[in-house]
């Protein structure tokens, strides 16, 4: 079954540290893509970092960067340097190609709260 | 602003209403997508549309419907308005094919009284 999974419903992080949001993912296409995205309290989603599944490298974005693990199937978000401005839910999702059209699949998402 | 553009931002109506919510996508956009977000919930695939025609479907009720017109822009419809319907209903496009993730719309945030 296609599925992203991320355990951890809320997180706390003082400004200026790094801060780690997890995200496994489960599906058997060879080929997929993750994503992350932003929704602030003001209601609207924001793209962050895109991870195909064939890329060598981990997707960096400023201060976003994806570490892809493709053999435990995680796709954790990394912020550096947090600011306040960050606080706000994240939600994982994979695009997966099915019966000819893309589809795709968000996890229940985490809600950060930056601290001062 | 994101270029998908959604329209109304806000909508208060009452039991047993209808409502048309619309959404119009990125320019280049062929492909549509409705999503629902109640309260702490994560976004539930409803229905999408590429060049006019239904691709998708997800957990989208009876009571809705959705179209997508000639112009690319689309068209959410829900009746019979229960109070379990309030939730923020997003609009995605997406180009067909390509690396980058939807491009959502602001959101459309609908409160039955």
């Known amino acids: 079954a296609q599925k992203i999974t991320q355990t951890q419903p809320g997180m706390f992080v003082q400004e200026k540290e790094a801060v780690t949001l997890d995200c496994t993912y489960d599906?058997?296409?060879?080929?997929?893509?993750l994503f992350w995205y932003k929704q602030p309290s003001s209601g609207e989603m924001i793209f962050l970092i895109y991870?195909?599944?064939?890329?060598?490298q981990n997707a960096t974005e400023g201060r976003y960067s994806l570490n892809f693990q493709k053999a435990r199937k995680s796709a954790n978000l990394v912020i550096s340097a947090s600011q306040l401005g960050d606080s706000a839910m994240y939600f994982c999702a994979m695009r997966v190609l099915t019966s000819g059209t893309y589809k795709y699949i968000f996890g229940t998402g985490t809600r950060l709260k930056v601290l001062a | 602003d994101s270029g998908v553009t959604q329209t109304p931002k806000h909508l208060i109506t009452a039991t047993g209403q209808r409502v048309t919510l619309r959404c119009s996508p990125r320019?280049?956009?062929?492909?549509v997508y409705w999503y629902q977000q109640s309260l702490d919930q994560g976004l539930q695939f409803l229905i999408q549309?590429?060049?006019?025609?239904?691709?998708a479907k997800g957990n989208i009720l009876e009571r809705f419907s959705a179209q997508q017109f000639p112009d690319l822009h689309s068209e959410l419809n829900l009746s019979s308005l229960e109070l379990g319907d309030s939730a923020l209903y997003f609009c995605?496009?997406?180009?067909?094919?390509?690396?980058?993730?939807?491009?959502f719309g602001s959101g459309t945030r609908l409160t039955v009284v």
């Open positions: 599906t058997s296409d060879p080929s997929y893509g």
């Open positions: 995605a496009s997406s180009v067909a094919q390509g690396p980058g993730g939807y491009t």
């Open positions: 320019s280049g956009d062929l492909s």
């Open positions: 991870q195909g599944s064939y890329d060598q």
């Open positions: 549309y590429y060049n006019g025609e239904e691709r």
